[in-house]
């Protein structure tokens, strides 16, 4: 039997993203590229079991000159978003920032010790990430995309 929960989770989360990928696409990035704040970019993953192109809409809490700091919090859920299992297998993913070009990056998943060092700047950026990390058990995971080849 289905977990409903997960499910309308599921449907919930590829609903936002779609109508968040529309919003950029139809206005050409002028709206949308921001989020509670935060700067929103477009992320594509390789299917970790399809091998094809996955692409979601996430915010930016933390903008470190060319590399950028996400979060895999899915809201809190007790499960990770699938764009980061897609990323532990395939690290090298694009992003396109601001509905600008696209650029290949490699993504990092933060040790222990580097989110212990960089949670404070994620939540200060936007705390409600920091009610998402009461709302499950697992550890929610960070994850440093950088320019590829650096």
Same mark, same amino acid.
């Given at each position: =039997?289905?977990?409903?929960?997960? #499910?309308?989770?599921?449907?919930?989360?590829? !609903?936002?993203? #779609?109508? $968040?990928?529309?919003?950029?696409?139809?206005?050409?990035?002028?709206?949308?590229?921001?989020?509670?704040? =935060?700067?929103?970019?477009?992320?594509? !993953?390789?299917?970790?079991?399809?091998?094809?192109?996955?692409?979601?809409?996430?915010? %930016? &809490? %933390?903008?470190?000159?060319?590399?950028?700091?996400?979060?895999?919090?899915?809201g809190?859920?007790?499960?990770? &978003?699938?764009?980061?299992?897609?990323?532990?297998? $395939?690290?090298?993913?694009?992003?396109?920032?601001? $509905?600008?070009? !696209?650029? &290949?990056?490699?993504? $990092?998943?933060?040790?222990?010790?580097?989110?212990?060092?960089?949670?404070?700047?994620?939540?200060?950026?936007?705390?409600?990430?920091? !009610?998402?990390?009461?709302?499950?058990?697992?550890?929610?995971?960070?994850?440093?995309?950088?320019?590829h080849?650096?």
């Amino acid at each position: =039997m289905p977990d409903v929960r997960r #499910t309308a989770t599921d449907l919930y989360l590829k !609903t936002v993203t #779609t109508l $968040h990928r529309t919003l950029l696409d139809v206005t050409a990035g002028r709206v949308g590229t921001r989020f509670k704040n =935060m700067p929103t970019l477009t992320l594509t !993953t390789t299917g970790r079991c399809s091998g094809l192109p996955r692409t979601v809409v996430l915010t %930016v &809490p %933390v903008v470190d000159g060319d590399s950028y700091l996400i979060v895999a919090s899915r809201g809190g859920d007790d499960i990770s &978003p699938d764009w980061f299992h897609n990323l532990r297998a $395939h690290p090298e993913v694009e992003v396109s920032f601001q $509905h600008g070009p !696209t650029r &290949p990056m490699t993504a $990092h998943v933060l040790t222990a010790a580097e989110r212990g060092r960089r949670w404070p700047e994620v939540v200060a950026a936007y705390p409600g990430y920091e !009610t998402y990390q009461k709302r499950t058990t697992r550890r929610i995971p960070l994850v440093l995309l950088t320019p590829h080849g650096i």
